[in-house]
């Protein structure tokens, strides 16, 4: 089963709620679909076990066979190519890697070649399978990344993905494939306002979902209203509290500290279970 | 400094309210929220839409089912597994997933019937709006929609259009470091970066002040909320002042951030808010810097 974690606005609590989900349960895999700006190993500390490189497909131009028709440069939809002074221009980092310049070249000059843009990298934590995608600095798009990241899926196992913020094509790529979705927000207009668009998104994706509402304090009941008009089940509220700020600013998982957290981790674990009827679900 | 950007790399540490505050504190500025896919500061602003506009990011194939002979050509050439089977009343037809489409055109060159072209799409909406504070300039991307790096361009264009010469504008980042933080830094004439006291916070920033270095963009610093960890804000200020970074502020936790926009009021309009006080102050210190900079 796969449980995908987003929110619409960052911030909200997204990372919190995954490492500490796929702390408690079993026969886990966590992956960090935040490429940009991935955080969870930072809690999970998983020993590392293996890095590959992400690579994208890039043109290059055989100056030789090179006749400076212009084809590529108009069939390219990405403005990734230029013709100057009858030579070639590459703008790789604005490349889609869809090879559309090689099919239209009429001399055959165009070949591909990889460039790096990130890494996978896997790590385990206890029987804990953990990955996280990274995007180099400085490089644009982090669906290859995503993609990538998610070959690792093993559909025999409970799956965790920690998604970007946003509603944008990696939140969309992130969550494409699956079961559930948790959907973390914060009880402040932004976190309402952004909500009702991480809400849109998994409808017209149809992946069923519920809500949790995190930093919550008593008296603003803007997220619960909302929930009970549109019938979005709540999966559970953690209160606003210094104390979880400190725990998770150090980087500790809050399902260590104490009987409590670690009891509300799994039955939250339990609850989304039952949510989609699915019986592997089951806690360490 | 004619532009300037906030940005954070982690999500949630407060960017907008900061945007926010400078809105009400600046005279001569033009406001711009290049968060498309999330975008919150017309919330923080007494916003009223002027101007709206369907914007076109991105393009995507449409196959023409009378012309297609279903060779099945386009989807060996698509590399995103955008062009599939489609089976309508038993018939099998070539259709294109809207989402997963590039836009990128290698389909209508390879189709020997000439049965696809490529579409413009609309992925979002700008808007020129009018606030008590100033000019304002946002959008919103289309739910799951492709380009919202093209979209933040845009953005950017329509407050260029909006700004006077001497104004200064004053970019609202997105999360992250990808395209559409890339397509809010480059060519701004400062970043200010905004951070939290958290392991996660201090990974994020490091990475998104790289980004900002890579484009030689002037990188200006402040911790929020820094006395939920004041270990990790020494950390952070220390980490800034190895990477040449002034730091411009450490805005205290303050629960009256959360009241005032529940309220529907301006931060800096409460006296006694300690956060408000210190933005104010790191506002005096950006104003002195343009000052500086006209020399």
Redesign the interface.
């Known amino acids: 089963m796969i449980i995908s974690v987003l929110s ?5 609590g997204k ?1 919190l709620i995954s490492v500490n989900l796929a702390a408690v349960l079993d026969n886990v895999q966590y992956l960090d679909c ?1 490429v ?2 991935p ?1 969870g190993f ?1 809690f999970l500390k998983p020993q590392l076990r293996g890095k590959e490189a992400v690579k994208v497909k890039n043109p290059i131009v055989d100056i030789e066979k090179c006749l400076a028709c212009g084809q590529c440069v108009k ?1 390219c ?2 403005n990734s190519l230029a013709l100057v002074k009858e030579k070639v221009i590459i703008f790789s980092k604005l490349c ?5 310049c090689l ?2 070249c009429p001399a055959q000059a165009i070949t591909e070649i990889d460039r790096e843009i990130g890494f996978v990298e896997e790590g385990t934590m206890g029987d804990l399978a953990c990955y996280q995608g990274k ?1 180099q ?6 669906i290859p990344i995503i993609k990538q990241l998610k070959t690792k899926i093993n559909g025999q196992r409970n799956v965790i993905l920690d998604c ?9 790529n992130s969550i494409e494939g699956s079961d559930y979705c948790i959907l973390v927000t914060e009880p ?3 976190g309402f ?2 909500l009702q ?1 991480a809400v ?2 998994v409808r ?2 149809g992946i069923p979902f519920g809500v949790i509402i995190n930093k919550n304090q008593l008296g ?1 009941n803007i997220i619960l209203n909302y929930c009970q008009k549109e019938e979005i089940q709540i999966l559970g509220a953690i209160p606003f509290s ?1 104390e979880i ?2 725990i ?4 500790k998982l809050l399902a260590n500290h104490g009987h409590y957290w670690n009891r509300y981790f799994r039955d939250l674990a339990h609850q989304v279970g039952e949510v989609i009827g699915h019986e592997t679900v089951s806690c360490n | 400094m004619k532009q300037l950007a906030v940005i954070s ?5 407060g960017k ?1 309210t900061v945007v926010s505050c400078f809105a009400y504190l600046a005279d001569n500025t033009v406001m711009a929220d290049c ?4 975008p ?1 500061l017309h ?1 923080a602003l007494d916003s009223e839409v002027k101007q709206e506009k369907e914007f076109s990011g991105a ?1 995507v194939a449409f196959v023409d089912k009378e012309k297609c002979n279903l060779c099945g050509k386009c989807k060996e ?1 698509c ?2 597994q955008a062009i599939g089977d489609l089976i309508i009343n038993n018939l099998r037809y070539l259709g294109v997933t809207n ?1 997963k489409c ?5 389909c209508v ?2 189709c020997p019937t000439q049965a696809i072209e ?1 579409m413009e799409e609309v992925t979002g909406k700008t808007f020129n709006s009018h606030t008590p504070q100033g000019k304002f300039s946002h959008a919103l ?1 289309d ?4 380009g ?2 093209k979209l933040v361009t845009e953005v950017r264009k329509n407050a260029l259009a909006l700004k006077d010469e001497e104004e200064l504008m004053i970019i609202d980042g ?9 397509a809010s830094i480059t060519g701004c004439n400062g970043v200010l970066a905004i951070c ?6 201090l ?2 920033l490091e ?2 002040i ?2 900002a270095q ?1 484009f030689s963009i002037p990188v200006f610093l402040a911790v929020n ?1 820094y006395d ?2 004041e270990e ?1 804000t020494k950390q952070i200020e220390s980490f800034a002042v190895k990477n040449d970074i002034r730091i411009l502020g450490r805005i205290p ?1 303050d629960p009256l951030v ?1 009241k005032a ?2 309220n529907g009021k301006p931060l800096v309009s409460y006296d006694d808010s300690p956060a408000a006080m210190i933005i104010k102050d790191m506002w005096r210190k950006i104003k002195m810097i343009m000052k500086e900079e006209e020399k």
């Open positions: 619409g606005k960052g911030g909200t990372t935040d940009e700006e955080n930072i069939a939809q990405f889609h890697s869809c090879g559309a099919l239209v995007l600095v400085g490089e644009p798009m982090a970007p913020p946003g509603s944008s094509c990696s939140v969309v402040t207009p932004f306002h952004d668009i849109s998104l017209k994706m603003s210094k700020a400190r998770y600013s150090e980087g | 790399g982690k999500g949630g540490t907008t968060d498309v896919d999330a919150n919330l393009k050439v590399r995103f989402l590039e836009g990128c055109g290698a060159y390879i490529l991307l739910i799951g929609a492709e919202s790096g997105s999360p992250g470091i990808g395209c559409s933080v890339i939290e006291p958290t392991q996660s916070g990974h994020d990475r998104v790289e980004l890579h909320k939920l960890n990790i936790f959360v926009l529940q």
